[in-house]
């Protein structure tokens, strides 16, 4: 935990806005929709069968001037779970937010969330899910290599 002289690490620990997810019923008619309407790059479809979850990645064509992009990512649900009763609940749309951190236990362990949330997610790279976040849209951390 931080002290009053050091500053609470999660608050200086993302780097970079990973990406944004929409939950969807149909991954493909929404990736679609993004490229038909905004342009954006099909770059990558992946299943991430422990999680039960079929992950479309979008990216713009367009890059920040530190040289990297933003991803969309679009969530489909293959079976009961978060995603699922997310859809249930709200409908589709913002289903999180992710930011990477240039080590996520550590991270975890010092702003007092659990690393037992530790998952390996889209890409293969290890991701958790805050307990602490916004009403309204969840916030993911992905630790990704240098």
């Not at 038909?36 to 001037?65: F, M």
């Not at 249930?88 to 969330?113: K, N």
């Not at 969840?138 to 290599?145: D, R, S, T, Y």
Request: glycine content about 8%.
């Amino acid at each position: 935990m931080a002290t009053d002289d050091e500053p609470d690490l999660l608050r200086t620990a993302a780097t970079l806005l990973d990406h944004v997810a929409v939950a969807a019923h149909d991954a493909t008619a929404s990736a679609d929709w993004f490229e038909q309407t905004l342009g954006l790059r099909r770059e990558h479809d992946e299943i991430v069968a422990d999680a039960g979850v079929r992950l479309v990645w979008l990216y713009p064509s367009g890059k920040h001037p530190g040289g990297q992009a933003a991803a969309m990512q679009i969530v489909q649900p293959l079976r009961a779970g978060p995603v699922a009763s997310h859809l249930s609940e709200r409908g589709e749309g913002l289903h999180h937010v992710c930011f990477a951190v240039p080590d996520l236990a550590r991270t975890l362990t010092e702003a007092a969330e659990s690393t037992e949330r530790i998952f390996v997610g889209g890409y293969g790279y290890p991701c958790a899910f805050l307990n602490r976040h916004p009403p309204g849209c969840a916030i993911e951390l992905v630790e990704k290599p240098a």
